[in-house]
């Protein structure tokens, strides 16, 4: 059955930010003792509290601070669309800075951003994308996705403080209206009560429509599980799909975000081991320059094949063999956020294989973060990029943000 973009967005409860205010931290330690999702949802205590947290998960803020006063667009005709991991928000200040005075980021028309804190102790209790969006004037579409039961993974362990609301989303911003803003459960490909780290929830795609001069288009801000099957996260991407064809009315459609694309089956960690201990028999050097920054050559095909075959393309959005985050030894929070769910023991291998086999030094780079479309063209003379400086001046997150010029195909103006 087609929907309307109001029938679809009906489905999760677009509101003000209270509705992600909850009581809920008391049962944290109780619920910690779970070893499972299944038994956790079977338990006296989360049957207790079960509507509560339906009812967070389930919410969708929407927020007005939009003004274009200032605004310079980056050409004429053209659209720009940044998407970014920000690494939870941490780094808020120097985030909203770069969004604000970075030559091409601040020229963007929309923001795809993943990864954001509401209410957690690392990122200092902080509504990040709210504040994002009062500081650069945008509108925003926040969605969470889980509540976390302890602080994090890794180093975040010993933030100051206790987490005050505990959520964790991804959003999307923009320069212009949102409309029918709603989110996407996406599947878990791995039980977020295992592992060190707990939580109750899972990925949710963030979708809204963008009322924007040169044309409407739906904008989707996609987070790809990290701990899963490359399988598990086309089987996400389809998801996504399914729902975008549903929407009615039709627009040109914009997909960006972090899809986790490693190469790696990490649903456990036994499975990264074997194949990382693959990729050492093909050559460490012929992963890193061939299969890591080109992950849709082989490794995780089927996804881009999936997109192939329902017409979105890619190939022309996005700066191919360009990555996206980038692996140092001697990185101790990743190697500490690692360390929650690889052996310790597996590091002196996968360090020993890097520095000795790759001639990097110790580092190697991954292709995370990806756009894709349909209905749109690349448009103007900037051509679709991975922004690298910005970590070579100062460590604002984990992932490079990507950008991309173009226009909705029906819409008039100058084109390249």
Sequence with gaps: ???????VAGSSSVSSADALDHDLAPYFPELRKFSSTRKLEKSPVYLQIKPVVQRVLNSVVHGDFSTTTLFRPAHPGVIRAT?????RGIRLERVIATLREHPLLSRSDVFLLTEL?????????????????????LQYVFAPCYINLNKGSGLEIEAKGENSLALHGNALFARFPLLFGHSIALPNGKDKMQGKE???????????LVDHPLGKFWA?????????????????????LDHVERLRPQHPVLIGGDWNTSTYNSKR?????????????????????????????????HLFRELDRRGYIWRDLNELGACTLHYDVKDLALNRNMGDWIPKWCFWFINWALEKNTGNEG???FKLDWFAGRGIVPSGPQKPMVVHDIRQKEHLSDHDPIILDFRPSNATGPHV
């Excluded at 998407?83 to 690494?87: K, L, T, V």
């Design 1 to 7: 059955m087609v929907k309307s973009a109001r029938e």
């Design 83 to 87: 998407a970014w991991n920000i690494e």
């Design 117 to 137: 804190d509401h209410g957690m102790a690392r990122s200092g209790n902080r509504p990040i994308a709210r504040e994002i969006a009062s500081a650069l004037g």
């Design 198 to 208: 707990k939580r109750l929830g899972c990925q949710r795609a963030v979708v809204a």
């Design 220 to 240: 989707v801000s996609v987070h790809l599980d990290a701990h899963s099957t490359q399988r598990h996260r086309r089987d996400q991407m389809r998801i996504v």
């Design 269 to 301: 960690a036994t499975y990264s081991i074997l194949g990382y201990c693959r990729r050492v028999a093909m050559g460490v050097q012929h992963v890193i320059k061939n299969h890591y920054p080109y992950p849709e050559s082989w490794f995780e095909r």
């Design 363 to 365: 580092r190697c780079s």
